[in-house]
């Protein structure tokens, strides 16, 4: 077994401008923040949460969780692959179990990863200590490495402190798409002092600000940086991608050339220029869009 290093992720991510007028005409600038370049398999984000849990985990078993369509649950898969570290995914929905795998699960079991699909009461108590014990012996993985579903635990948050540094000085509002807060709690504490980041909730609920604040307190002792959230840009929900957001994703991928996915990264780019239009930007300001994926084939 090798460290995660050892794969030679692209890092720094480049940063590139793009020129739109969605933006433009109301004299902002757009930079992309290309995670999305990090490696061919572990891919933005998921690179920067999985890494230092892949090195605490020291070899042992990765235990992890996630839906059906989980884009954390394949990027585990394929670091076990890559990194000859045995994987365990336990899945939302016990029903799934009795049906052909979609070709996002199916990718996890072609990667080496063990399956175990569970109802939706007991996957909502994961997290409880009699319950992952028995969900850990179930899989036979006692021993095991458990990293939290969408990989966002203090490894993690740290992990994504880098990528906050690599932006320092390179602009005013650094954005990203948010699922489980992680990427967003230690990018916020990456940032300099004269930078706030921006974080596009993908799933409703607003109950991520308390997450944030949860994540850098376990990381760091304490909330750090300057960091907001927009909840109106989610779509209706985790997976969920309205016409109208699949249209300006695919006008975005036309214009630019840039593959978009739709899930985190179409919210995102979405709510951005939502924001700009409505002048939430004062002009001059420069913005860096965290690209955290790329479409799965």
């Not at 045995?86 to 052909?100: C, I």
Request: net charge positive; proline share 6%.
């Amino acid at each position: 077994m090798t460290g995660p290093d050892a794969l030679r992720p692209r890092l720094p991510s480049p940063l590139q401008e793009v020129r739109d007028d969605r933006f433009g005409r109301r004299g902002v600038r757009l930079l992309l923040k290309r995670d999305d370049l990090i490696h061919p398999e572990l891919v933005g984000n998921k690179w920067r949460k999985l890494a230092p849990n892949l090195t605490a985990a020291a070899g042992r078993t990765v235990v992890t969780f996630g839906g059906a369509w989980s884009n954390h649950l394949r990027a585990t898969a394929a670091a076990g692959r890559l990194l000859g570290v045995p994987t365990v995914g336990v899945v939302r929905g016990e029903e799934l179990a009795a049906r052909p795998l979609n070709p996002s699960l199916a990718r996890c079991v072609a990667d080496g990863m063990r399956l175990r699909f569970v109802d939706r009461s007991t996957y909502r108590r994961k997290t409880e200590p009699e319950t992952l014990a028995g969900l850990l012996h179930a899989a036979g993985a006692q021993e095991a490495y458990v990293v939290p579903e969408g990989g966002s635990n203090a490894h993690a948050v740290q992990g994504c402190v880098a990528l906050g540094a690599e932006l320092r000085g390179a602009a005013d509002v650094v954005a990203v798409a948010c699922g489980t807060g992680g990427t967003l709690a230690g990018l916020a504490a990456g940032l300099g002092p004269d930078q706030r980041a921006l974080g596009i909730p993908v799933l409703k609920g607003g109950f991520l600000a308390d997450e944030v604040r949860r994540l850098q307190t376990e990381a760091f002792g304490r909330p750090r940086g300057a960091w907001s959230l927009d909840d109106r840009f989610h779509g209706g929900g985790y997976a969920r991608v309205p016409a109208e957001l699949d249209a300006f994703a695919a006008a975005f991928e036309n214009r630019h050339g840039l593959p978009v996915e739709r899930l985190y990264v179409a919210k995102l780019l979405y709510g951005l220029a939502a924001l700009t239009e409505e002048g939430a930007f004062p002009r001059g300001t420069t913005i860096a869009a965290v690209i955290t994926g790329r479409p799965f084939p």
